[in-house]
C-alpha cells in the first residue's frame, strides 16, 4: 500500500520565499538579487511610491505622459510588425478608443482578447502613430464592465530588478502578510517603541486604505512607518551592543610599544608626525593594552596619513613577534601599501609579504608557507586573505581599509583566521563618516579621527567646466605636461555605451593621443591583465607617462606626487565622496594642483549641487554629510554591494534625533527584555549571533 505525502510543514516568516504560492526557483532569483531569503524579509521591503488606483478615468480624458486607470470594451485584436512584433488591443468607452500594445505576450493572452469582453487596464498614456496608446499595461478582463467597477485604491510600487513584475511582487507579498497573519512572533508587545503593532503597520504600508493620500504613507512621520523606522533602528543599536558587550568580554593578546614603535619609524621618516597621528597612534596604543580585543573605526581625509598610524601598530606587532595584516579592497592599492610599507618597515629588519589573487601558483606557494609558519610578520593583501587555504601561526592584529567596500561576511572569514578568534581590528575609512551615522553603523567601534593633513599639503584648486570647453582644458593639459607637469584624465566607463553620455577610457586614450601628440599618453583600467597595470602604473609613477587616461580604478591609494592635475570627464555621473577621492589623486606635491571637473549637458539639480560643492569646499565630512543629504547613506557607503548590515526604512542623517532615546531603550531591553531583542534583531537583521563576532 503507497504511503500518503507527507503534507508540507506551515510556512513561517522564517520559511523560505521560494516556498510562497507564485514563487519558483526563477522568482527566488530574482528575490536573491533584492536581498530577500525569507518569508518576513518580504514584508520589510517597501514600496517607494504609490499608484493611484481609486477612480477610472474617461477616454476622453487621458493625458499623455501620464498614469491613468480605465475601463473600456475590447473592439479588436491583431499582430502588428513595426517597429518589432507587438499584439494591439482596439478597446473603446464613450466614442473614444485607446491602444493597448504589448511587445512580451503568450498565446493564451492574445487568444484572450476576444472582441466584446471588457477590460480594466493601467498603465502610462502617450501618444503613438495611431493616437493614445498604453504600452504593456496591468490588465483585467471580464465579460461586464460592472466586474469591474470596483475600487482597486492604491497600489504599492516596489524596487525591483528585471524579470520580476509589480504584479508578482505584490502578489507574493499578499501572501506573505497571510503568513504573518498566523505568526505569534510578528505581534509580539515591544515595549516602549509605542504606534501601532508590526502586523497593522506593515498592513497600512502594503495594503492602504483608499482614504489615505500616498504623501501621508511616504512621510517618516506616518505612524505606521516612524514605527517600522524605530524598530529598525532599534535593532540595530541592540545588535551592536551586543558586539560591543561580548567582545568587551574576550581576551586578546597584550600588545605594548606602539607609541615606541611610532618613534622609530619617525627616525626613518622624511616628514613629522601631526599631532592628530600622535593622538591616534596614543588611543591605539591604549586599546591593544587592554587585555580586550581593539574594535577602533579610524577616520580622516584624503592624505591625513592613516596607513603611517596603522604602520606603527603592525610594526610593535611584528616587534613583539606576532603577526599583523592590512587588507585592502583593489590589487592596486594592496600592492601601493605594500611597497609603502617595505620602504618604512624593511630599513627596520621587518619583511612585508603581500598576498593577491594574481600571485602565480609558486609565489603564492612560498607566501602560502611564510605565513603558516610565521616567518613573515606582516601582510598585505585583498580579498585573497581570507581564502580558505590562508592560514597565518599567530595572526593578533588585522588593518582593514575602506572597510566598507567588504562585506560583513568576509570581515567575520578574516576573523576566524586569527588565534582562537581574537584578532584587535583596525578599520580605516577615508570616506569621512558623519557621526550620526557613526552612530548608527558602527555604534560597536571606537571612533578616532586624523583632523589634520600632513603640513606642505596644498589645497586643490577645483573648477566645473562645460564639455563644450574640452578644447581649452586640452590646450592647458599639453602646455602644463610639456613644462614637466603629469596629468589624470579620469573616465567613468571603460567601453562605450549608447545607453550613458560618457566616455570610455580606450576611446578617450585613443582620441587625447591624436590631440596631444607630443605627450607620452598612458591608460590604466580594471578589466587590463595585471602585467599591463603594472607597466602602466610604474612608467606613470617614473615620469615616463606624461598624461594617464584612467578610470575610476585609481579613486583609492594611487600616489604619484608628480601628478598635479586632475580631470574627471563626465563628472556629473559621479557620487561626492568619489570625486572627493579623486581629486585626492593630486595635490600632494610640492606645486600647485588643479582638478577639472568637466560635465555634460543639461545638469539635473543634484548633479549642479554636487559640482558646486567640490568647487567650494575640500572638507572631507563636509563633503560627506552633503554626500549624505543628497544620495543617502546606502549610496554613500555601497551597502548594496558590499553586505553591510544595510537600513531598509530608517535614514541615519534625518532620523538622527530619534538614535538617543533608542539607544537608551536598547540598554534597557538587554537587561529586562533579552529574548524580545532577539527576536527584532532575527527580523531586522538576521544571523546576529554570527555578526557578534566580527
Not at 369 to 377: H, L, N
Not at 442 to 466: H, K, M, N
Not at 653 to 678: V, Y
Not at 683 to 689: K, M, P, Q
Request: charged residues 20%.
Amino acid at each position: 500500500m503507497a504511503r500518503s505525502p507527507r503534507p508540507a510543514p506551515a510556512l513561517t516568516l522564517d520559511s523560505a520565499a521560494t516556498y510562497l504560492k507564485g514563487a519558483g526557483p526563477f522568482v527566488a532569483q530574482r528575490l536573491r538579487q533584492l536581498g530577500i531569503e525569507r518569508v518576513g524579509e518580504l514584508l520589510l521591503h517597501l514600496p517607494t511610491r504609490y499608484q493611484d488606483r481609486r477612480r477610472t478615468t474617461p477616454l476622453s480624458a487621458l493625458n499623455p505622459g501620464g498614469e491613468a486607470l480605465i475601463v473600456a470594451q475590447v473592439t479588436g485584436c491583431e499582430l502588428g510588425y513595426s517597429p518589432r512584433r507587438n499584439l494591439r488591443v482596439l478597446v473603446e468607452a464613450d466614442n473614444r478608443a485607446l491602444l493597448l500594445r504589448f511587445f512580451h505576450f503568450s498565446e493564451w493572452q492574445q487568444r484572450g482578447f476576444v472582441a466584446g469582453l471588457w477590460v480594466r487596464a493601467w498603465g502610462t498614456v502617450r501618444h503613438g502613430a495611431y493616437g493614445a496608446e498604453m504600452i504593456h499595461p496591468e490588465y483585467r478582463l471580464s465579460e461586464s464592465p460592472d466586474q469591474l467597477a470596483d475600487g482597486e485604491s492604491w497600489q504599492p510600487v516596489y524596487p525591483t530588478v528585471a524579470g520580476l513584475t509589480q504584479v508578482r511582487l505584490r502578489l507574493l507579498i499578499g501572501h506573505a502578510l497571510a503568513v504573518a497573519a498566523d505568526d505569534p512572533r510578528l505581534s509580539e508587545v515591544l515595549p516602549g517603541l509605542g504606534g501601532p503593532p508590526t502586523p497593522a503597520a506593515l498592513r497600512a504600508l502594503h495594503q492602504p486604505a483608499a482614504e489615505t493620500e500616498a504623501a501621508e504613507l511616504l512621510h517618516p512621520a506616518n505612524p505606521a512607518r516612524l514605527r517600522l523606522i524605530r524598530e529598525e533602528l532599534l535593532a540595530h543599536q541592540l545588535c551592536m551592543r551586543l558586539v560591543r558587550s561580548r567582545t568587551r568580554l574576550q581576551h586578546a593578546a597584550h600588545l605594548p610599544g606602539v607609541e615606541q614603535a611610532a618613534a622609530v619609524l619617525q627616525e626613518h621618516l622624511p616628514f613629522v608626525l601631526t599631532g592628530a597621528q600622535r593622538r591616534v597612534i596614543g588611543e591605539i596604543a591604549g586599546d591593544l593594552t587592554s587585555g580586550r580585543p581593539m574594535l577602533r573605526l579610524v577616520q580622516g581625509d584624503v592624505g591625513c596619513g592613516k596607513t603611517l598610524v596603522a604602520a606603527s601598530a603592525m610594526l610593535a606587532a611584528a616587534r613583539a613577534g606576532r603577526q599583523a595584516l592590512m587588507m585592502a579592497p583593489t590589487e592596486l592599492l594592496a600592492e601601493q601599501h605594500a611597497r609603502n610599507l617595505s620602504r618604512w618597515l624593511e630599513p627596520l629588519n621587518v619583511t612585508v609579504g603581500l598576498l593577491s589573487g594574481r600571485l602565480k601558483a609558486a609565489a603564492r606557494n612560498a607566501a602560502l608557507a611564510a605565513a603558516a609558519s610565521g616567518r613573515i610578520k606582516i601582510w598585505v593583501g585583498t580579498h585573497a586573505l581570507f581564502q580558505q587555504q590562508v592560514a597565518f601561526q599567530d595572526l593578533t592584529l588585522m588593518v582593514i581599509d575602506e572597510q566598507h567596500r567588504f562585506g560583513v561576511a568576509q570581515r567575520l572569514a578574516l576573523h576566524e583566521k586569527a588565534r582562537d578568534g581574537l584578532a584587535h581590528q583596525l578599520i580605516m575609512s577615508a570616506t569621512p563618516i558623519p557621526r550620526t551615522l557613526a552612530q548608527t553603523l558602527y555604534a560597536d567601534l571606537d571612533v578616532s579621527v586624523i583632523d589634520e593633513l600632513p603640513p606642505g599639503r596644498r589645497p586643490v584648486v577645483t573648477v566645473a567646466l562645460s564639455n563644450q570647453r574640452r578644447s581649452e582644458v586640452l590646450e592647458r593639459i599639453g602646455a602644463a605636461c610639456r613644462t614637466g607637469r603629469q596629468a589624470y584624465w579620469v573616465c567613468t566607463l571603460i567601453e562605450e555605451s549608447e545607453q550613458l553620455q560618457a566616455q570610455a577610457a580606450e576611446a578617450a586614450f585613443r582620441q587625447l593621443r591624436e590631440e596631444l601628440p607630443e605627450l607620452r599618453v598612458g591608460l590604466l583600467h580594471g578589466r587590463m591583465k595585471p602585467a599591463g597595470k603594472d607597466v602602466q602604473m610604474s612608467a606613470f609613477a617614473a615620469g615616463t607617462t606624461q598624461l594617464l587616461v584612467a578610470t575610476t580604478v585609481i579613486e583609492v591609494g594611487v600616489d604619484v606626487p608628480n601628478a598635479s592635475i586632475m580631470v574627471i570627464e563626465n563628472a556629473e555621473r559621479l557620487g561626492l565622496a568619489q570625486l572627493h577621492q579623486l581629486r585626492g589623486r593630486v595635490g600632494r606635491g610640492d606645486r600647485d594642483s588643479q582638478c577639472v571637473l568637466l560635465y555634460q549637458l543639461p545638469l539635473s539639480a543634484v548633479a549642479r549641487a554636487r559640482l558646486e560643492v567640490m568647487r567650494q569646499t575640500h572638507d572631507g565630512f563636509a563633503i560627506a554629510r552633503r554626500d549624505l543629504e543628497l544620495r543617502g547613506p546606502g549610496e554613500l557607503l555601497g551597502r548594496r554591494q558590499t553586505g553591510l548590515i544595510g537600513l531598509k526604512v530608517a535614514d541615519p542623517l534625518r532620523d538622527s534625533p530619534l538614535i538617543p532615546s533608542l539607544q537608551r531603550l536598547a540598554d534597557d531591553w538587554l537587561t529586562h527584555h533579552p529574548a524580545t531583542a532577539r527576536t527584532l534583531i532575527r527580523r531586522w537583521i538576521g544571523d546576529a549571533a554570527r555578526y557578534g563576532q566580527v
